[in-house]
């Protein structure tokens, strides 16, 4: 089966500047997960999608990231305007079943770069 | 919430020496636990998960997994460890209360000496 698809590969950018990235989950997961990892760290949970609607934002800094998953497959995340602790990978992740069973493993995209100048 | 914690940043060891990885969780209920690996510009791979059952779990590449519950660790081991091996690796739980979703701990970077 296909993987979790992202794009860019690498962005880099000026603070202040706006940027998206792009996500296309396996083929009938459900489920769509949005994490950051800084350089170092363990990946963060940002956004998680259970088909078209959210599940849980918590983490996710509304005031500058937004995220959205249209007709429930591929999903946008979008900075605005970027800070220069954003930089980061920015993965993607998908499972099968997620907010309905706990134990759904899941399947990552090979990420995002992103650096702020 | 739960939340996992990772002693050793960074391991080191010889290629054929044997391996193993410490995890420990917090979390009030049975969790459900998962070891990742990411090679360099790589995103997460899974390479095993344990749900309930058989404490000790087989995954891929020969890694298998022990979970502990009296001492809240999900240490991963293998016998032998390959050059191929050099990567980070990730411990998770993953939750059953909503809104509660999967935790990484902050990650082991293992080198490969030849």
């Known amino acids: 089966e296909a993987g979790v698809a992202q794009s860019p590969r690498y962005k880099i950018i000026e603070k202040r500047q706006s940027v998206a990235f792009w996500c296309n989950p396996i083929?009938?997961?459900?489920?769509l997960y949005w994490y950051q990892q800084i350089l170092g760290q363990g990946p963060k949970l940002l956004i998680q999608f259970q088909n078209n609607g959210v599940v849980d934002d918590s983490q996710l800094p509304k005031d500058r990231f937004s995220a959205e998953r249209l007709k429930g497959v591929d999903s946008t995340l979008k900075i605005q305007p970027a800070k220069l602790e954003d930089s980061a990978v920015y993965l993607c992740?998908?499972?099968?079943?997620?907010?309905?069973?706990?134990?759904?493993?899941?399947?990552f995209g090979n990420g995002t770069r992103l650096t702020v100048t | 919430a739960q939340s996992v914690t990772q002693p050793d940043i960074h391991i080191t060891v010889s290629e054929g020496a044997s391996l193993e990885l410490r995890c420990n969780y917090s979390y009030g209920a049975t969790p459900y636990l998962f070891w990742y690996v990411q090679s360099p510009g790589q995103g997460l791979q899974l390479l095993l998960k344990y749900f309930s059952g058989d404490t000790l779990v087989q995954g891929i590449k020969g890694f298998e997994a022990e979970f502990k519950r009296s001492q809240s660790s999900f240490n991963l081991r293998k016998p032998s460890v390959h050059w191929s091996d050099a990567a980070e690796y990730f411990c998770?739980?993953?939750?059953?209360?909503?809104?509660?979703?999967?935790?990484f701990g902050p990650g082991t970077r293992l080198s490969v000496l030849p």
């Open positions: 992740a998908s499972s099968l079943l997620g907010q309905i069973a706990y134990n759904s493993p899941l399947h």
């Open positions: 998770a739980v993953g939750a059953q209360v909503r809104g509660q979703n999967f935790v």
């Open positions: 083929s009938g997961h459900a489920t």
